[in-house]
């Protein structure tokens, strides 16, 4: 069986025409067969965004559509992509959607266009791959990865994502790459669902897959999800690797936007990549380590200014893995302490129905604590969600702290811990062995300076 190697590029690295041209230059290094997923041009999913926030206020989006159409048409041009070619009724696509009338609940809505980006910029990635001899095929990744119905935020359904990814293997007989959208899935409405379920009792020869399928929505799975995109078609084609294309030579100790000097980690086990992305590590989204580590597909992260440079390798142990130091800084962040109204103990029962209404309302928990009086979470800034909580913890009472950060830091150094935190207010730590975190109040100037 011929290899597979799955190759994701984000938006910085197709931004422009030189960047797509950059790209089809790297893939020519890799002459196996590939699974390539490309994400959304530049700042489009912004501004997708930005037009869907709109679309629910009731204000005009005509210039948006506009601005994003004249950027595709101009990498378009720049490319030599005739203006007849997929991406131009994909963009009519999107247009219509964004102005047939609101039927659905704010995340599902959304769902429908923020695809869109990746659409756009896989027809004009592969019309420029197709010119220049590589012989290449678009699908639509919501083909073959099937999620839940949580909107924003889906899970894959690995059995039947397995079944339908299976079929991606045939394509190769034909061509060499196959380009795909990062980050989007798609889902059977409940009703559907409901509907197989029981004409399969009912009708044992009823095509119940196909009438179940024939009434798929479109789902997200995650901001910066197109990295488990990645690892998703790795998993269930058991390719020979991944690597993930970024404007940094790979996977550093510190963001550089945060944190100056930085290093570079050339190789890191699974287990050390999984906390450095749990915690926060903006170049690795955190669900994309597990299915490579199940099936021990190694994971590089690799330079696309300067390809042929080592970059980071991940595997199920590393060889020459060093406790280096590793900084992560997650800003905009909410500090929210829960205490019962009577003084009683928050024990299990308190915590279970706490549990359940983060997960309903769809908020992470980046950080917590628990004392006998109080239950403390760190949770992503946002004014709606906080506003909802609040209501539903209404037998609790419920206090927040806005605009704290949470800096985690693996294997630290005291001189350097010590030099971070000066002047700054502390309102949470945590230790262990390996790590220590804080919440802490307040700006960072950065990038803070590391001096070891």
Same mark, same amino acid.
């Given at each position: ?23 089809? *230059? ?6 196996? @067969? ?24 009731? @204000? ?13 048409? @101009? ?26 009338? =609101?039927?659905?609940?704010? /995340? ?39 999620? /839940? ?17 299976? *079929? ?20 059977? &409405? ?35 999800? &197109?990295?488990? *995109? ?24 510190? /963001? ?12 890191? +086990? ?68 829960? &205490? ?8 299990? /029962? ?25 239950? +403390? ?16 913890? +209404? ?9 704290? *950060? =949470? ?32 919440? =802490? ?12």
């Amino acid at each position: 069986m011929a290899q597979i190697t799955v190759h994701k590029f984000g938006g910085a690295s197709v931004r422009n025409a030189e960047a797509v041209r950059n790209v089809c *230059s790297i893939l020519d290094l890799f002459p196996e @067969n590939k699974i390539v997923i490309v994400s959304a041009m530049g700042k489009t999913t912004n501004a997708l965004e930005n037009i869907h926030q709109k679309r629910f206020e009731g @204000n005009d989006f005509e210039k948006d559509l506009q601005e994003i159409f004249e950027f595709h048409f @101009n990498i378009a041009k720049e490319l030599e992509v005739d203006t007849d070619s997929d991406w131009v009724f994909v963009f009519d696509e999107l247009t219509q959607i964004c102005k047939r009338e =609101i039927n659905a609940s704010f /995340d599902e809505e959304y769902d429908c266009i923020i695809g869109y980006g990746e659409y756009l910029s896989t027809a004009i990635v592969n019309a420029y791959f197709n010119q220049n001899k590589l012989s290449s095929r678009r699908l639509n990744s919501a083909d073959y990865i099937i999620t /839940d119905s949580r909107f924003r935020d889906a899970r894959v359904q690995w059995e039947m994502s397995e079944q339908r990814v299976a *079929s991606l293997r045939q394509e190769f007989d034909n061509y060499t790459t196959l380009v795909l959208q990062g980050f989007i899935g798609a889902c059977a &409405s409940q009703d559907a669902l409901q509907d197989s379920t029981k004409d399969a009792l009912q009708d044992s020869t009823k095509d119940v897959a196909q009438d179940f399928f024939e009434k798929e929505r479109l789902t997200s799975l995650g901001r910066e999800g &197109s990295d488990f *995109s990645a690892a998703i078609f790795a998993f269930l084609l058991n390719a020979e690797s991944v690597t993930i294309w970024k404007d940094v030579p790979g996977l550093l100790n510190a /963001d550089p936007k945060c944190f100056q000097p930085t290093q570079l980690l050339k190789e890191i +086990s699974f287990r050390e990549a999984v906390e450095l992305a749990y915690f926060g590590a903006s170049v690795i989204h955190p669900r994309t380590i597990k299915p490579l580590q199940n099936k021990n597909i190694p994971l590089f992260i690799k330079s696309f200014l300067n390809p042929t440079n080592e970059g980071t390798r991940i595997v199920e142990k590393a060889n020459t893995e060093l406790e280096v130091a590793s900084y992560i800084l997650k800003q905009n962040q909410t500090l929210v302490s829960i &205490s019962t109204k009577d003084f009683s103990f928050v024990v299990e /029962d308190n915590l279970t129905f706490i549990f359940k209404t983060f997960a309903n309302l769809g908020i992470h928990v980046h950080m917590m604590e628990n004392s006998a009086l109080n239950f +403390s979470v760190c949770i992503q800034s946002d004014p709606n969600k906080l506003k909802a909580l609040i209501e539903q913890l +209404s037998d609790f009472h419920v206090r927040y702290n806005d605009n704290v *950060s =949470i800096l985690t830091i693996r294997h630290p150094k005291p001189m350097v811990m010590q030099q971070l935190l000066q002047y700054k207010e502390v309102l949470l730590e945590q230790r262990n062995r390996t790590t220590v975190r804080f919440v =802490i109040r307040g700006k960072w100037n950065l990038p803070e300076p590391i001096k070891e």
